[in-house]
């Protein structure tokens, strides 16, 4: 193997290592409360190499919220290709987004932040991933799998109230959160399903 290649990908590992040990201290400390030397710490790393990948504790968060947001990404796309009715897409989002490493760090970015180039993109991340959001309750109404009413409205609750459930249930892998998912799948049904309505 050519040697530059392979110190690229070492490289690429090593930052890979990174940002998931970053994910999981800003996560249980929050962004101020997290020191860089903790990150370092956990993979036992010198306090500089982590300066090879990212210039400072700002940048690297702004990069652990691009990641979450490109593992978000790649879900919406795979859900946007399943043959199935826009309620269920809601509820297969919610199953499988939930279970992703740092979600709640997405509601926690400072505006402290707002100088970093990348942070532009986080905000028309943010943007689009709203807008499938909003069309799948859209498109709920119009395939007849969803109750009517304002869809950023009801975009806005489920996101709202997914959030806290994250927080209340302190939920941090899979497994903690599989025995929750049946209660969600409910309650999205109770809010939104038309087949839940008739049966009233």
């Known amino acids: 193997m050519n ?3 392979q ?4 490289r690429l590992k090593r930052k890979d290592l990174i940002l998931e040990s970053a994910i999981n201290i800003f996560s249980q400390y929050g962004y101020q409360n997290t020191k ?3 990150i370092t710490e956990s993979l036992k790393l010198t306090d500089k190499s982590i300066y090879y990948y990212f210039s400072s504790k700002g940048d690297l968060f702004i990069e652990v919220i691009l990641s979450i947001q490109a593992k978000l990404n790649a879900l919406i796309s795979a859900i946007n290709k399943e043959e199935c009715d826009h309620l269920s897409k809601i509820k297969l989002y919610t199953n499988k987004a939930m279970t992703i490493n740092g979600l ?4 926690q970015l400072p505006k402290s932040l707002s100088d970093f180039a990348k ?4 905000k028309e ?4 991933q709203y807008a499938h959001w909003t069309n799948w309750f859209k498109k709920g109404q119009l395939d007849g799998s969803m109750i009517n009413g304002d869809p950023e409205e009801h975009r806005n609750f489920l996101f709202g109230s997914l959030f806290y459930l994250h927080h209340w249930y302190a939920i941090t892998d899979n497994e903690s959160y599989a025995h929750i998912q049946p209660f969600i799948e409910q ?3 109770r809010m939104y399903s038309t087949k839940f309505q008739r049966l009233q």
Do not use: A, G, P, R
């Open 3 to 5: 040697v530059e290649i």
């Open 7 to 10: 110190n690229t990908s070492k």
């Open 36 to 38: 860089l030397e903790q």
């Open 104 to 107: 709640t760090l997405l509601m």
């Open 119 to 122: 942070y532009d993109d986080i």
């Open 125 to 128: 991340n943010e943007f689009q």
């Open 187 to 189: 309650m999205i049904d």
